[in-house]
């Protein structure tokens, strides 16, 4: 009884703290997750007052973060989206992954890490935060810009992307060498071009075994299937992510809608809970050694990311400011990049100083990221552009007539 008592109190305590911080990051327009990792640090090993009673609750509500994120993330894409997106943006995405992760893994080689950090280091430079980003464009209102769709189509690969890294980046984790990594990756392909196909022809026949009329029976039954899936999905080492993402793919028209707004709350408390225990689970005193080398890692990879979106714009046909916005959008990392991490601290044996590594970079390019993604609104920075439009008119070669 007195632990349950003292259960309620840090708990309850916590998610009190996590809603003032909520409310904090809204008034400073920035993202509640460096505040919710900040917090996390505060309270884990080696902080100012450790939590005894709520850990292990939280190790349990933080994976249900993780499987809430993935399947709101597929919610937001029918297969038909995903396929369209992947038909006509590969060049970019391949682009994105090139530029993004081939520095990641190369930092973890020239700190001599090993080749397994590495890859983890790889993965967590990679993807952009689809959630902070999205959050960026609604509050500058560029939602409705050109380059928009650009950055969205960018991020829909990333997260497609993920389907098939997170399961060889589990099996790597869990020793299985080459062999295992290579069954591992077939599985995962298998397992997404089959949800792919029978989405797109049984999808409706699929969400009618779930009303859409009763919001209870609704989120019981869309909660459920996610985390039944989720559990198999990792029973086969396919990655519970990976098994919550194919489960919002599979689910449309209605149900998709309204399983949305009744999960969101759920996916921001068990969201927070994930930044929290990550947070829990590096130590405060790791931090100093690794905030240069993050930084550096931070500047490289943001600026790939600029690369990435400029030259993706670009390709649609889209002028200059767009392209410029474009590139400062893609920016922040986020709930990706700690999933990622979050894989690695779990596994024996993975470098030590990933972790802290990983919190400091997601803290620079996630309150960074946003800070820059508004000077393309700023009258000096429009002025610099003209000029270099302008400067770009002058130098082209004037059209030839017969």
């Given amino acids: 009884m007195h632990n349950t008592t003292v259960l309620l109190i840090e708990l309850g305590a916590l998610l009190f703290g996590l809603g003032l911080l909520g409310r904090l990051s809204r008034r400073i327009g920035l993202s509640p997750i460096p505040l919710y990792l900040l917090a996390g640090l505060a309270f884990g090993h080696g902080g100012l007052i450790p939590l005894s009673a709520s850990e292990e609750f939280i190790a349990v509500g933080a994976e249900i973060g993780v499987i809430l994120l993935l399947v ?3 919610l937001e894409y029918s297969a038909r989206e995903l396929i369209g997106n992947l038909r006509t943006n590969a060049p970019a995405g391949l682009l994105d992954g090139v530029l993004n992760a081939v520095p990641g893994l ?38 409705g810009n050109r380059e928009t769709p650009v950055m969205l189509s960018i991020l829909v690969i990333e997260d497609l992307a993920m389907a098939l890294y997170l399961p060889l980046l589990t099996a790597v984790l869990a020793g299985t060498g080459l062999i295992g990594g290579a069954k591992a990756l077939s599985i995962a392909v298998g397992t997404v071009v089959v949800v792919l196909l029978v989405a797109l022809r049984y999808g409706h026949a699929i969400s009618s075994f779930i009303s859409a009329r009763d919001p209870e029976a609704l989120l019981l039954g869309v909660l459920g299937l996610t985390l039944l899936v989720a559990g198999l999905a990792a029973q086969l080492q396919v990655s519970a992510a990976v098994g ?30 994930f930044f929290v225990f990550f947070g829990l689970a590096t130590t405060p005193a790791d931090m100093p050694p690794v905030l240069l080398p993050a930084l550096g890692l931070a500047v490289v990879t943001m600026g790939t990311k600029i690369i990435t979106g400029y030259i993706a714009a670009k390709r649609a046909g889209i002028a200059l400011p767009g392209r410029v916005r474009a590139g400062l959008g893609l920016m922040p990392r986020g709930e990706f990049s700690i999933v990622i991490a979050g894989l690695a601290v779990a596994t024996p044996g993975i470098e030590p ?16 990221g946003p800070m820059l993604a508004r000077l393309p609104d700023f009258a000096w920075f429009k002025r610099i552009i003209r000029r270099r439009q302008r400067a770009t008119h002058r130098t082209e070669p004037l059209p030839t007539t017969d």
Avoid: N, Q
């Fill in 72 to 74: 709101m993330l597929g």
């Fill in 106 to 143: 190369a930092f973890g080689l020239l700190l001599g890490w090993g080749w397994v950090a590495a890859l983890v280091l790889a993965g967590i430079t990679w993807v952009s935060s689809s959630g902070v980003i999205a959050k960026v464009l609604a509050d500058l209102g560029r939602l």
């Fill in 244 to 273: 919550a993402f194919l489960v919002g793919i599979a689910l449309s028209g209605p149900v998709a809608h309204h399983a949305t707004e009744l999960l969101s709350p759920l996916r921001d408390l068990f969201a927070a809970v």
């Fill in 353 to 368: 100083k990933l972790a802290p590594l990983a919190t400091a970079y997601v803290l620079i390019t996630v309150v960074t």
